[in-house]
């Protein structure tokens, strides 16, 4: 077994003894308030309108074929952006976050199991935030500083689900929360024409473009690109763009 193969193994094995523990209980834990009212103006929605760049947030919990693809088209551009990576995603795809985090692109948090976060309790969202952070930074372990600069607080809560309790407990934790500007919807039209207009049409600095690996998305992305750099514009990271708006 090779020493990066055993560091995934290993890290896996100690993940799954800690979500054992940690998700025991909260598992079942649901927010006591239902209409509690969320407090939007907490969330992060765009950025600086005037830094010349736009993300896109790319929300990964499966099709580790896309991911690669979509990465790939970007670095061959000399573009980066923000994965959002599900804890389960992450627990069977080491190598493939291995290679993300290696050439410096930036990682989210998308929770461990892609739950209703506005149903929640506190330890709950708590225990879903910080699962899929220890599996990020255990598995980035052997990259040193590498992975320090990649794993990035910033929290995208599955279907942009949101609730008091979540709000909390990302604060308490140091996390940013990140909406979108636009959706792309590409995990349910799965049209690169649609895709790529709704991601471009109007286009403007600050933008977070919201996407999925689909292989729809992969097909759409070279046009979406190319919109971007004709708008005098680029692609940069999740970080950058909402610069101070970052917790």
Do not use: C
């Not at 995934?8 to 209980?25: E, F, G, K, Q």
């Not at 407090?39 to 580790?64: F, H, I, R």
């Not at 739950?115 to 708590?126: K, P």
């Not at 500083?145 to 942009?160: I, K, T, W, Y």
Request: cysteine-free; glycine content about 8%.
């Amino acid at each position: 077994m090779n020493e990066r193969r055993f560091r995934i193994v290993t890290a896996n094995i100690i993940i799954a003894a800690m979500l054992s523990v940690v998700l025991s209980a909260a598992l079942l834990a649901v927010l006591p308030e239902s209409g509690e009212e969320v407090p939007a103006g907490k969330a992060v929605y765009s950025g600086d309108p005037a830094g010349g760049k736009v993300s896109l947030m790319v929300n990964v919990y499966e099709n580790t074929p896309a991911v690669e693809e979509i990465a790939r088209l970007l670095a061959e551009r000399g573009m980066s952006t923000t994965f959002f990576i599900g804890g389960k995603w992450a627990e069977k795809n080491g190598d493939a976050l291995l290679k993300l985090a290696a050439d410096g692109f930036e990682l989210g948090n998308h929770g461990y199991l892609h739950r209703d976060h506005a149903t929640l309790s506190y330890d709950a969202n708590r225990a879903e935030i910080l699962v899929t952070e220890r599996l990020l930074k255990a598995t980035l372990e052997g990259l040193g500083e590498a992975a320090s600069r990649a794993v990035a607080p910033l929290f995208a809560p599955p279907s942009g689900s949101m609730g008091g309790a979540m709000f909390d407990a990302a604060d308490a934790l140091g996390y940013t929360v990140v909406m979108w500007t636009r959706d792309t919807v590409d995990w349910r039209d799965r049209d690169p024409d649609i895709i790529a207009r709704r991601a471009v049409d109007g286009i403007a600095a600050g933008d977070l473009i919201l996407m999925h690996p689909t292989d729809a998305t992969v097909a759409a992305l070279p046009r979406i690109l190319d919109a971007v750099t004709a708008a005098g514009l680029t692609v940069a990271p999740v970080s950058e763009v909402i610069g101070s708006k970052a917790a």
